[in-house]
């Protein structure tokens, strides 16, 4: 006799299931496909990554961004674009799951002959960047939505969550403007407004859609480790939290930035529903490997100023109090009864709730709690204020859509499944329905061709000929010679950020 899970047969669920990963591929790829056409071409951002998987190869290479800091200095460019320039050079270890695509595409094709970068540059280092980071990311990407499905195999409920979820956030991505998040804590009227009403409504706007830049539909390293903390909530929710604690470790080589706040989230989850687990030896050893893994490649604390020997005093410090407060009996005794209070009210709350609702519920209560710091610091050193406080909160969203989505919708779904078993049929075909209309959507606009964005590179190399030409106008216009050259310098040898500068100082 066939197993029944939930009043639906075991095999009309694993049909189910296929059919919705094979929407969800179709209709995340071609969103993902999209978002690559858009923004996988010359841009700074993007030959920064590039530059970054070359000299992960020759460590040598690395001189190069030091000299381009220096150049900068020589001709007292803006301090914000030294300070750029710094930054940079400092976490060009943070990405090298993109960064070493798009190197190790240049050198398939080199050794294939499929292009030459001496005869044709722009074609070469356009053809790498696209296959090297769409390609990539699209497989990442992809795995990803197998495990998260894989996951929910066993759990209709959770299955239609996971399908849910990835239909609703890109319909919304689809159908809802994009928000402008740059800078999002600095004034800029009309356009914003940084008061408490104002940040809070741009907040609750970036759930719906996080942006280009956040999105885990989109193509950026942030964007791929938003897919993999899908994946490892749907491995915690399916009962299996100790393979979960893994990717966070995973999260530290596609960007490293991500993987503390992803460990955190998780680690504040468990605290909040299942503090037990935490002592078990499957949760303990990857969180000290990955926190290990954090503390050797992690460089943008310390960029931003924020001093490591300041957060280990006052760490020490607040151990130091702990152990002395539970050496005196009488606070011991005080702080014992507080905590079997908390304890009780914790598990008496959190125990109404099934685990996907109980840890979305986490999630934006972190989420609110972040919000609320940033802001409050909104007037810290100007570069914090831009490069970390106006970007956590955006960053945490785009993180976690997908995952809250999921979590929130999961109640849901098992009522439906509990008062109408047929609703798993009906529910993926709905579903599936509308992402072929999105999917299709997507694919059916024509494509840009490699030859249309070669030759507006080559547009661009003439640009560069002429030298530095100041700051003046967006970081684009200004950066984005100086990460091609020394991208070409690193392939072809020849002129490098010297002779530009040198050139600029000369035109009259």
């Given at each position: 006799?066939?197993?029944?899970?939930?009043?639906?047969?075991?095999?009309?669920?694993?049909?189910?299931?296929?059919?919705?990963?094979?929407?969800?591929?179709?209709?995340?790829?071609?969103?993902y496909a999209r978002m690559a056409e858009r923004n996988v071409r010359i841009d700074k951002d993007l030959l920064f990554l590039y530059l970054c998987g070359v000299q992960m190869s020759d460590s040598t290479?690395?001189?190069?961004?030091?000299?381009?800091?220096?150049?900068?200095?020589?001709?007292?460019?803006?301090?914000?674009?030294?300070?750029?320039?710094?930054?940079?050079?400092?976490?060009?270890?943070?990405?090298?799951?993109?960064?070493?695509?798009?190197?190790?595409?240049?050198?398939?094709?080199?050794?294939?002959?499929?292009?030459?970068?001496?005869?044709?540059?722009?074609?070469?280092?356009?053809?790498?960047?696209?296959?090297?980071?769409?390609?990539?990311?699209?497989?990442?990407?992809?795995?990803?939505?197998?495990?998260?499905?894989?996951?929910?195999?066993?759990?209709?409920?959770?299955?239609?969550?996971?399908?849910?979820?990835?239909?609703?956030?890109?319909?919304?991505?689809?159908?809802?403007?994009?928000?402008?998040?740059?800078?999002?804590?600095?004034?800029?009227?009309?356009?914003?407004?940084?008061?408490?009403?104002?940040?809070?409504?741009?907040?609750?706007?970036?759930?719906?859609?996080?942006?280009?830049?956040?999105?885990?539909?989109?193509?950026?390293?942030?964007?791929?480790?938003?897919?993999?903390?899908?994946?490892?909530?749907?491995?915690?929710?399916?009962?299996?939290?100790?393979?979960?604690?893994?990717?966070?470790?995973?999260?530290?080589?596609?960007?490293?930035?991500?993987?503390?706040?992803?460990?955190?989230?998780?680690?504040?989850?468990?605290?909040?529903?299942?503090?037990?687990s935490l002592t078990r030896s499957a949760y303990v050893i990857p969180i000290i490997l990955t926190i290990v893994v954090i503390a050797l490649r992690e460089r943008m604390f310390s960029t931003l100023g924020?001093?490591?020997?300041?957060?280990?005093?006052?760490?020490?410090?607040?151990?130091?109090?702990?152990?002395?407060?539970?050496?005196?009996?009488?606070?011991?005794?005080?702080?014992?009864?507080?905590?079997?209070?908390?304890?009780?009210?914790?598990?008496?709350?959190?125990?109404?709730?099934?685990?996907?609702?109980?840890?979305?519920?986490?999630?934006?209560?972190?989420?609110?709690?972040?919000?609320?710091?940033?802001?409050?610091?909104?007037?810290?050193?100007?570069?914090?204020?831009?490069?970390?406080?106006?970007?956590?909160?955006?960053?945490?969203?785009?993180?976690?859509?997908?995952?809250?989505?999921?979590?929130?919708?999961?109640?849901?779904?098992?009522?439906?499944?509990?008062?109408?078993?047929?609703?798993?049929?009906?529910?993926?075909?709905?579903?599936?329905?509308?992402?072929?209309?999105?999917?299709?959507?997507?694919?059916?606009?024509?494509?840009?061709?490699?030859?249309?964005?070669?030759?507006?590179?080559?547009?661009?190399?003439e640009t560069i000929a002429k030298g530095y030409a100041g700051d003046s106008g967006s970081f684009s216009r200004v950066e984005t010679p100086f990460y091609y050259l020394l991208v070409r310098r690193a392939?072809?040898?020849?002129?490098?950020?010297?002779?530009?500068?040198?050139?600029?100082?000369?035109?009259?």
């Amino acid at each position: 006799m066939e197993k029944q899970l939930g009043g639906i047969s075991a095999r009309q669920l694993s049909v189910a299931l296929v059919i919705a990963l094979l929407m969800c591929v179709f209709v995340w790829g071609a969103i993902y496909a999209r978002m690559a056409e858009r923004n996988v071409r010359i841009d700074k951002d993007l030959l920064f990554l590039y530059l970054c998987g070359v000299q992960m190869s020759d460590s040598t290479l690395h001189d190069e961004q030091i000299e381009l800091v220096n150049q900068l200095v020589s001709i007292s460019a803006s301090d914000h674009l030294i300070y750029r320039a710094k930054l940079r050079a400092s976490y060009c270890n943070n990405y090298p799951f993109t960064s070493l695509s798009m190197y190790a595409a240049a050198k398939v094709q080199s050794y294939f002959g499929i292009t030459d970068p001496e005869k044709d540059f722009p074609t070469f280092l356009l053809s790498s960047m696209r296959w090297g980071m769409t390609l990539s990311g699209g497989v990442l990407g992809v795995l990803c939505l197998v495990c998260a499905f894989w996951a929910a195999k066993g759990d209709p409920p959770l299955m239609l969550a996971t399908f849910g979820a990835v239909a609703l956030a890109a319909l919304l991505y689809v159908i809802i403007p994009s928000p402008s998040l740059s800078w999002m804590l600095l004034k800029a009227p009309p356009v914003r407004n940084v008061n408490p009403q104002d940040i809070l409504g741009l907040g609750l706007y970036t759930w719906l859609h996080p942006s280009g830049a956040f999105s885990p539909l989109s193509v950026f390293p942030r964007c791929l480790c938003a897919m993999l903390t899908f994946a490892a909530f749907n491995l915690r929710w399916s009962g299996h939290s100790g393979a979960a604690y893994w990717f966070p470790l995973i999260v530290c080589f596609v960007h490293q930035s991500e993987a503390p706040i992803l460990l955190a989230v998780m680690i504040a989850c468990d605290l909040a529903v299942r503090p037990r687990s935490l002592t078990r030896s499957a949760y303990v050893i990857p969180i000290i490997l990955t926190i290990v893994v954090i503390a050797l490649r992690e460089r943008m604390f310390s960029t931003l100023g924020f001093s490591g020997l300041t957060a280990g005093i006052i760490l020490a410090l607040i151990a130091s109090l702990a152990i002395l407060l539970f050496a005196i009996p009488s606070a011991k005794s005080v702080i014992t009864s507080r905590w079997v209070n908390v304890n009780r009210w914790r598990a008496r709350f959190y125990g109404r709730f099934p685990l996907p609702f109980a840890e979305a519920l986490v999630i934006v209560s972190i989420w609110f709690a972040v919000l609320v710091i940033c802001f409050l610091f909104r007037k810290d050193t100007f570069y914090r204020v831009i490069y970390f406080w106006s970007e956590l909160p955006s960053r945490y969203v785009g993180l976690f859509q997908l995952t809250v989505f999921a979590g929130l919708t999961y109640p849901v779904w098992r009522a439906v499944v509990s008062w109408r078993p047929r609703a798993v049929k009906e529910a993926t075909a709905i579903i599936s329905c509308l992402m072929l209309l999105l999917a299709v959507n997507q694919w059916r606009h024509p494509w840009d061709s490699m030859t249309v964005l070669a030759n507006q590179t080559r547009q661009f190399e003439e640009t560069i000929a002429k030298g530095y030409a100041g700051d003046s106008g967006s970081f684009s216009r200004v950066e984005t010679p100086f990460y091609y050259l020394l991208v070409r310098r690193a392939f072809l040898g020849g002129e490098g950020t010297a002779e530009y500068f040198a050139k600029g100082r000369s035109t009259p």
